[in-house]
């Protein structure tokens, strides 16, 4: 089946660790993007990528790094910069030719720092 | 810019009542919309999309949402709850303007289904 992996589900960090959080889709879209959820806040907009590498910043880059070496793959780099890593962390993938607006998403990863 | 507000942060509702969940949007073009539900500790799914097609949307399990333009309006409806129904939605706009595909999120709506 197609769709989108997103692991680890849960991730256990002490402050100052950096942390890896892997997106591997196989959906054969062009267009990734990393989402971070906090209770009541909807979701915000961490980084994109439109194409094999090249990504850009959205709106919360901020202590967060990514790399877009492979079209399946979008890892997300939690850095010890970034001040408050807890939440919810949520990958999802489009294709530009398709619907607009249409995103699919991975089943997310929890970080807790500890 | 872009922006939609979710007039409930909880809506709850009995077994086999109707379902009403609120989203105005701010948008200065004809926008795209959506609904997507999100169950606990899981991604989100599309439920439907307004596109500038028919203005009522008929999306999965029963739900459908209208758009209406001159109350700046798309909420999401169902006839009759289901106890599967309880979940987390949110209502997203598109926005175009920065040259991509970008999603602005609505902080979303619990919906408590009971027995």
């Known amino acids: 089946d197609g769709g989108i992996t997103q692991s680890p589900k849960y991730l256990f960090r002490k402050e100052g660790q950096n942390v890896t959080l892997s997106c591997e889709q196989n959906?054969?879209?062009?267009?990734m993007y990393w989402y971070r959820q906090d209770p009541g806040q909807g979701l915000r907009l961490i980084y994109y990528?439109?194409?094999?590498?090249?990504?850009q910043k959205g709106d919360i880059a901020e202590g967060y790094s990514v790399s877009r070496e492979k079209k399946e793959s979008f890892p997300l780099t939690v850095t010890s910069a970034q001040k408050n890593p807890t939440a919810f962390y949520l990958c999802?993938?489009?294709?530009?030719?398709?619907?607009?607006?249409?995103?699919?998403f991975g089943e997310g990863s929890r970080l807790t720092v500890l | 810019a872009q922006s939609v507000t979710q007039l409930d942060s909880h809506v709850s509702v009995s077994e086999g009542t109707p379902v009403l969940l609120r989203c105005n949007y701010s948008?200065?073009?004809?926008?795209?919309l959506f609904w997507y539900v999100q169950h606990p500790n899981k991604g989100l799914q599309l439920l439907l999309k307004?596109?500038?097609?028919?203005?009522l949307v008929k999306g999965i399990n029963g739900f459908e949402a209208e758009f209406k333009k001159s109350e700046t309006s798309f909420h999401l409806t169902k006839p009759s709850a289901h106890m599967s129904d309880a979940a987390e939605y949110f209502c997203?706009?598109?926005?175009?303007?920065?040259?991509?595909?970008?999603?602005?999120f609505g902080a979303g709506t619990r919906l408590a289904v009971h027995p």
């Open positions: 999802a993938s489009s294709n530009p030719g398709g619907i607009t607006g249409e995103l699919f």
């Open positions: 997203v706009v598109s926005d175009l303007a920065g040259g991509y595909n970008k999603l602005i």
């Open positions: 948008s200065s073009y004809s926008p795209s």
């Open positions: 307004y596109t500038s097609a028919a203005t």
């Open positions: 959906l054969n879209h062009d267009a």
């Open positions: 990528s439109q194409i094999v590498n090249d990504f």
